[in-house]
């Protein structure tokens, strides 16, 4: 039997989940964390399951919703429903916010796909990116209080800021810099 692998990116829809699953955790399951048998080298991988956002909801695997409380799966239906399911979602939605989003760079197209995952609200970066003015549209997006919150001594979402400064060089590479 085979240990559990990602599968190989071949794709775009590939190329964006994998960009999510190096910035999602998954939430494992203390069982298949700490007890004796290696979850990891079964073919469906390590047991995961589902963690309260704070809001009432729970969310599974990579950023799905739709999840109840302690509702358990494994890393392999994690990444199918990433690549399925919400990778086609959020590539739409995407386009839906960022109408030139064909003529950008690949780099560009995941790293704002990827912010919109995270939750998109940055509105006037938006403008900037629509009107093609990307230099202004990369510092704006850092002139946030989520990214200053991140970098702030001792933040516990060192996580945000790495995001965020992943779209900001992107915007930067898309207006020559």
């Known amino acids: 039997m085979e ?4 599968q190989p990116a071949v794709t775009f829809n590939d190329r964006v989940a994998h960009r999510l699953m190096e910035l999602e955790g ?7 964390i700490h007890q004796r048998e290696d979850y990891s080298v079964r073919p469906s991988g390590r047991v995961i399951v589902s963690y309260e956002e704070g809001n009432g909801t729970y969310t599974k695997g ?24 919400l990778v086609p979602e959020y590539i739409e939605r995407t386009k839906r916010i960022f109408p030139k989003f064909n003529s950008f760079s690949e780099q560009l197209q995941i790293e704002l796909i ?5 939750g998109w609200d940055s509105y006037d970066t938006e403008k900037y990116i629509n009107n093609g003015n990307y230099i202004l549209a990369a510092e704006e997006f850092l002139d946030h209080d989520n990214y200053r919150d991140a970098i702030a ?3 516990k979402t060192r996580g945000v800021a790495l995001r965020m400064e992943a779209l900001s060089t992107a915007l930067l590479r898309e207006g020559g810099l």
């Open 114 to 118: 990827q912010s919109v995952f995270r």
């Open 26 to 32: 998954l939430n494992y399951s203390y069982k298949a």
């Open 3 to 6: 240990p559990y692998a990602i």
């Open 62 to 85: 990579y950023g799905d919703n739709t999840a109840v409380a302690n509702e358990y799966g494994s890393e392999y239906m994690a990444e199918k429903n990433l690549k399925e399911n």
């Open 153 to 155: 001594p001792n933040s």
